[in-house]
């Protein structure tokens, strides 16, 4: 039995659920995954009621209902999201209701995490778990939230898989690298990620991560003349010079939504011909799979009703704007578009969706008005 995802085991698991479009699960090239994946960020962490609330029950109505792709990061909710999922996980492989080789985990970090219950001083935890032990100094520690030392790193995939209590990460993101952008110069942030990188290529031989990537909120998205812009162009010539062409640098992840349709609708990222390209173009070009992150915008794009035509051109005019949100999103160029959801029934009701077939790609290029879309 092997300790993390395989293309075998997700197969099994997806002929679990027959009666589910076809479209509903996609092949990467090495696994296949649900295009709906749980995410388990929760805004304004410090707020009590993120911890009294158990994600514990979301997590096994997920993968028992034809989810198998579960992400989170180190630093969400001081890390009770990767505990919980970690109490989940334990729980369904128990009981046999699932097996690893079917599930495909994912992880982040880069944010400093503190822990719950949240420490009365943040900065002697910081003084004490990360400077004192010499993971960082205190210049690589920026703002006091973000550390990408290849100490610090290790330590945190050492930590995220005892509180998954799991063997492997599927995938090890780097996460918001952009962040320390205004603060060192891009050429120095070059440097920080290539050393990252040769990290992350020890850590696959050790088998404790399998791949690993990127995880941006803006820096993907951004014009190239922005502060935080990422090329992504210079990340993937970072891992092939790391690691070769068989580099383990797979993924990406980024914010898409039907409000935030940079990834898809912006020409600014060069691809390998030099020419630039949207975001999915590029990545596709460079052979990276991208998973699409704040799929619902933290559930922002619902203040008025959308245009009945959204649903139209979707496919989803039987259902309700939070279902269009997520056909949306998950019919750009991803495996997968990430959505959060803390109570079991939401989790249910979203995977309505799986049900329905890819919407037309004509009509989903109807709704930018643009000839960027791919």
């Known amino acids: 039995m092997k300790e993390y995802a395989t293309k075998e085991g997700t197969f099994s698991y997806l002929k679990q659920f027959p009666k589910y479009s076809r479209d509903f699960y996609r092949f990467d090239g090495d696994v296949f995954v649900s295009s709906l ?3 388990t960020f929760r805004k304004e962490p410090y707020r009590e009621e993120n911890y009294i609330v158990n994600y514990k029950d979301a997590v096994k109505t997920a993968v028992l209902n034809g989810i198998n792709l579960i992400d989170t990061a180190i630093n969400y909710r001081y890390q009770t999201s990767e505990r919980e999922i970690g109490e989940a996980l334990k729980e369904l492989f128990s009981e046999g209701s699932a097996v690893r080789e079917q599930l495909v985990v994912t992880s982040k970090a880069g944010f400093l995490p503190l822990d719950f219950p949240f420490p009365e001083n943040p900065y002697q935890w910081i003084e004490d778990h990360v400077l ?4 960082a100094t ?4 920026i703002v006091d939230q973000h550390c990408i030392t290849p100490a610090y790193l290790r330590w945190s995939v050492e930590q995220s898989l005892k509180n998954l209590q799991l063997e492997t990460i599927d995938v090890f993101f780097l996460h918001n690298p952009e962040m320390q952008l205004g603060y060192v110069e891009y050429k120095t942030l070059k440097k920080r990620i290539k050393k990252a990188f040769e990290l992350f290529e020890k850590l696959v031989e050790e088998g404790k991560i399998r791949h690993y990537g990127i995880a941006s909120w803006n820096g993907f998205l951004y014009d190239e003349s922005h502060t935080e812009y990422l090329s992504l162009k210079d990340m993937v010539a970072i891992a092939e010079e790391v690691g070769g062409k068989g580099h383990h640098f797979k993924y990406i992840q980024s914010p898409y939504n039907i409000a935030k349709t940079e990834a898809r609708s912006y020409s600014n990222q060069k691809g390998p011909d030099g020419r630039y390209y949207t975001l999915m173009q590029a990545a596709h070009g460079y052979g990276l799979k991208m998973m699409g992150s704040s ?5 922002n794009i619902f203040k008025s009703r959308f245009d009945p035509k959204v649903g139209e051109l979707l496919g ?6 939070l279902a269009s949100a997520l056909q949306f999103a998950r019919m750009g160029h991803v495996v997968s578009a990430l959505f959060g959801a803390v109570d079991p029934q939401h989790v249910e009701d979203n995977l309505m969706l799986a049900y329905l077939p890819n919407s037309k790609p004509d009509n989903v290029a109807k709704l930018f008005g643009t000839n960027d879309a791919v």
Request: aromatic share 0%; hydrophobic share 25%.
């Open 37 to 39: 994946g749980l995410g």
């Open 132 to 135: 004192t032990p010499g993971l």
């Open 138 to 141: 205190k210049e690589e520690v």
């Open 295 to 299: 799929s619902l915008l933290q559930t």
């Open 316 to 321: 989803t005019s039987d259902l309700n704007d």
